[in-house]
């Protein structure tokens, strides 16, 4: 078989940072000698990295209103992307997976009709926006996968639980970092100033699209607490909602006079926008109520930007408490609330902990490892 794989993937840079983790995919594959080539829409950014194939037959895919339009914009995306490369003699087809749908059963199909081998990433093992996804077509999603990778032994878990598929089908490899991808002109003041932090603050940031899963509310919730011990505290939440309308958390922000204690951007924060925040933030907070892997959390490792995030199994998997990261009970705004106050109570543990993940993220997260991961997972077929 000869070492090449086609990154099939629709969603690209639409809402998320998502390319990133594909721009990194492809220069660990291709740094390990394997030959890579992208599919997906014309919102992603061709990354010019020497020795990718970069195409956009997906189109604008996102463009329309209509979901018919924009289904029909998917299907025939997946055709020619598929067939083309196929075509081209490429055999390994790699999917990453945030919902099982028909649209995922359909690319797979195609590849099998073609004789291809189908790899999928599952980033979510359960759609957070519908856990009720046909199980019919999740079980023959798995099916129709020759290897499926999760990032870590939490969602493996959950997909053998999920499903009736052999371990040995099952590689865990991680998330990689951002590193590769982090460019900025500017330090902390500079970014403050662009956004109007004050400067004098102890920022918490609270980033991504905002879901229900997220916790937001419990953040919010510490923070009246927070608030009254350290009044330099400042928290900026910058992110769209997601099926969420955030005038429920604006109730709490009103009720509890915490306006005054943030900075409220709720809106899709842009590429080249994104630096500013992680480098104004003096901790990035993960109050999730679920989750199976955090880019948020890489991208601040990746920024050398302390974590504390709650002690779901998958952070657990990622960070040490007190060692390269921070963890609190998952849903108690008190024991989030006490964990600020003891964070910024001491400086030096604050800041050697940033280190810590930083280098966690350089050393164990690196592309060029994960890289050669996958291409050992892709020889077994």
């Not at 990718?52 to 895919?61: A, E, N, R």
């Not at 999740?138 to 990032?151: C, F």
């Not at 280098?359 to 164990?364: R, V």
């Given at each position: 078989?000869?070492?090449?794989?086609?990154?099939?993937?629709?969603?690209?840079?639409?809402?998320?940072?998502?390319h990133y983790y594909l721009y990194g995919q492809s220069i660990g594959l291709l740094n390990n000698k394997f030959?890579?080539?992208?599919?997906?829409?014309?919102?992603?950014?061709?990354?010019?990295?020497?020795?990718?194939?970069?195409?956009?037959?997906?189109?604008?895919?996102?463009?329309?209103?209509?979901?018919?339009?924009?289904?029909?914009?998917?299907?025939?995306?997946?055709l020619y992307s598929i067939l083309h490369a196929r075509i081209n003699g490429y055999l390994i087809f790699h999917f990453h997976v945030f919902h099982s749908d028909f649209f995922v059963l359909y690319n797979m199909i195609l590849v099998k009709i073609l004789f291809g081998r189908n790899i999928i990433t599952i980033h979510d093992v359960y759609s957070f926006k519908n856990k009720n996804d046909n199980i019919h077509i999740?079980?023959?999603?798995?099916?129709?996968?020759?290897?499926?990778?999760?990032?870590n032994d939490f969602s493996k878990k959950e997909v053998m639980n999920l499903t009736d598929i052999k371990e040995s089908k099952i590689k865990v490899i991680p998330h990689g970092n951002y590193n590769l991808f982090l460019e900025s002109r500017y330090n902390k003041t500079e970014s403050r100033k662009l956004l109007n932090i004050p400067e004098n603050k102890k920022v918490l940031l609270f980033f991504g699209m905002i879901k229900k899963v997220k916790g937001l509310e419990i953040l919010l919730k510490a923070l009246i607490k927070v608030k009254d011990y350290n009044q330099d505290i400042f928290l900026?939440?910058?992110?769209?909602?997601?099926?969420?309308?955030?005038?429920?958390?604006?109730?709490?922000?009103?009720?509890?006079?915490l306006q005054d204690y943030c900075l409220i951007h709720n809106n899709f924060i842009p590429d080249k926008k994104l630096p500013y925040y992680y480098l104004s933030s003096d901790l990035v907070v993960l109050p999730y109520r679920e989750i199976y892997q955090s880019g948020v959390l890489m991208m601040a490792l990746s920024f050398e930007k302390a974590v504390l995030a709650s002690n779901l199994q998958p952070n657990k998997e990622m960070i040490k408490d007190n060692h390269d990261g921070f963890l609190f009970e998952t849903g108690d705004a008190d024991s989030l609330a006490d964990k600020i106050i003891t964070i910024f109570s001491d400086k030096d543990k604050l800041d050697t902990v940033s280190k810590n993940g930083a280098?966690?993220?350089?050393?164990?997260y690196n592309w060029n490892d994960i890289g050669s991961q996958l291409i050992q997972a892709y020889q077994i077929l």
């Open positions: 078989m000869k070492k090449r794989v086609a990154i099939i993937d629709p969603l690209g840079a639409h809402g998320s940072s998502h030959e890579v080539r992208i599919y997906t829409n014309k919102e992603t950014e061709n990354p010019n990295i020497p020795g990718l194939g970069f195409y956009t037959f997906f189109g604008v895919l996102f463009s329309s209103k209509r979901k018919i339009f924009s289904g029909i914009k998917y299907l025939l995306g997946s999740v079980e023959w999603i798995y099916k129709l996968a020759n290897i499926v990778i999760t990032h900026v939440i910058a992110g769209k909602s997601w099926n969420n309308d955030f005038v429920n958390y604006q109730r709490i922000i009103d009720k509890n006079n280098i966690l993220a350089k050393e164990k």
